[in-house]
């Protein structure tokens, strides 16, 4: 059994909840600020595809779907400016053209998470023991792996307990 990166994990736990807003994959919720840029995706989330509720008769083409942006007031009208051209990027970034339109929901967003900072310092004691704990593994790779693992795992501890702050 290999290692998966969390990437390919947290996918299985969320896609049926993105299902269920109409987001086949994550891409466009994780990349937003990248596909409209680092302005708009500051302020500004996709909620939604709505997809044409009828299927189309063979030979016809399907209608694209709406997206729903969760967008600040101060930013909406810039949004709506812009809308043309985010269609056009989301539907790039996606491969086909999958939206039509935009519909803007004002309302808050959430800032994007903050920089943690640099981690504190581990103590010699707390490095020696987990130095200790992971010794007996023979494979190189994977003691030096589970060996950052437990530093990071000690230092966030730190962090939230607010050691190691002058």
């Given at each position: 059994m290999s290692a998966k990166p969390l990437a390919e994990l947290i996918e299985d736990c969320i896609a049926p909840v993105l299902a269920a807003q109409g987001f086949a994959t994550?891409?466009?919720?994780?990349?937003?600020?990248?596909?409209?840029?680092?302005?708009?995706?500051?302020?500004?989330r996709p909620l939604k595809i709505e997809w044409p509720k009828r299927r189309p008769a063979p030979g016809e083409v399907a209608e694209p779907a709406t997206?729903?942006?969760?967008?600040?007031g101060a930013?909406?009208?810039?949004m709506q400016q812009l809308g043309p051209?985010?269609?056009?990027?989301?539907?790039?970034?996606?491969g086909w053209r999958a939206v039509g339109k935009l519909v803007l929901k004002q309302g808050p967003v959430a800032p994007p998470p903050a920089a943690a900072g640099p981690a504190p310092a581990l103590d010699p004691a707390a490095q020696a023991r987990i130095d200790g704990q992971v010794s007996a593994i023979a494979d190189e790779g994977l003691?030096?792996?589970?060996?950052?693992?437990?530093?990071?795992?000690?230092?966030?501890?730190?962090?939230q307990s607010g050691e190691g702050r002058d």
């Open positions: 994550r891409a466009i919720v994780t990349l937003w600020p990248e596909i409209v840029g680092e302005r708009l995706g500051q302020r500004s997206m729903v942006v969760r967008v600040e930013f909406a009208l810039e051209l985010v269609v056009e990027r989301v539907n790039t970034h996606l003691r030096q792996a589970l060996a950052r693992l437990g530093r990071a795992v000690a230092q966030q501890g730190r962090r």
